[in-house]
């Protein structure tokens, strides 16, 4: 369930186009039904914010902070996140077509059940977070900290996980059909259904 915090002003079907978002400052906001298409910048910090049917569309933000924000209803279509911080956040019916991430803190974030099929996430932690239910089918996901996170019944058919930490994944409760994963991690994976890997 969301837990929604609580916002002191609110944005309203704004047209941001292309907008530079650079050092920007928000607290306690609500973004609704704003047009964030193309949006860039660096730097940019929002912080117990709301963005409600928001559009991220193409959007490229670097080093850009959302620290305990509410995601309901977005879209991220072709958007590109390189080294954001996005601890505590949480996500609910978005869209992530074709979304690259690049880096960046995403600990303690919930996924639950989020549709990131065909996503592209690179060296991204996600420590102790939600993913659990995602549908990630063909996503790639590489050299990502999944340490302590809940990836139940998670959908990692066909998904490329090489150099990501699978160390806490229940090879049980996942769907990892046609993963793609190296052979360290497949030993990894052995070993906690209980098998002995020993050399030819």
Request: glycine share 8%; proline share 2%; net charge negative.
């Amino acid at each position: 369930m969301i837990r929604m915090p609580a916002t002191e002003l609110t944005v309203t079907g704004e047209d941001w186009y292309a907008r530079d978002l650079s050092g920007a400052d928000h607290l306690a906001t609500l973004f609704a039904d704003v047009d964030l298409t193309e949006a860039s910048g660096t730097g940019a910090t929002f912080d117990s914010c709301v963005f409600r049917g928001v559009r991220f569309n193409s959007a490229h933000l670097t080093e850009f902070a959302f620290t305990s924000c509410v995601f309901d209803g977005c879209v991220f279509f072709d958007a590109k996140l390189e080294r954001c911080k996005l601890v505590g956040s949480q996500f609910a019916d978005c869209r992530f077509d074709l979304l690259k991430v690049e880096g960046g803190n995403w600990s303690f974030t919930d996924l639950h059940r989020a549709a990131l099929a065909g996503a592209e996430l690179d060296g991204v932690r996600f420590r102790e977070a939600d993913l659990a239910g995602i549908k990630a089918t063909g996503a790639v996901l590489i050299g990502c900290d999944f340490s302590g996170a809940d990836l139940e019944q998670a959908d990692l058919a066909n998904a490329d996980l090489r150099g990501s930490d699978l160390s806490t994944l229940d090879p049980l409760a996942a769907n990892l059909t046609g993963a793609v994963v190296s052979e360290a991690q497949a030993i990894l994976l052995a070993e906690s259904l209980g098998l002995v890997v020993r050399p030819d």
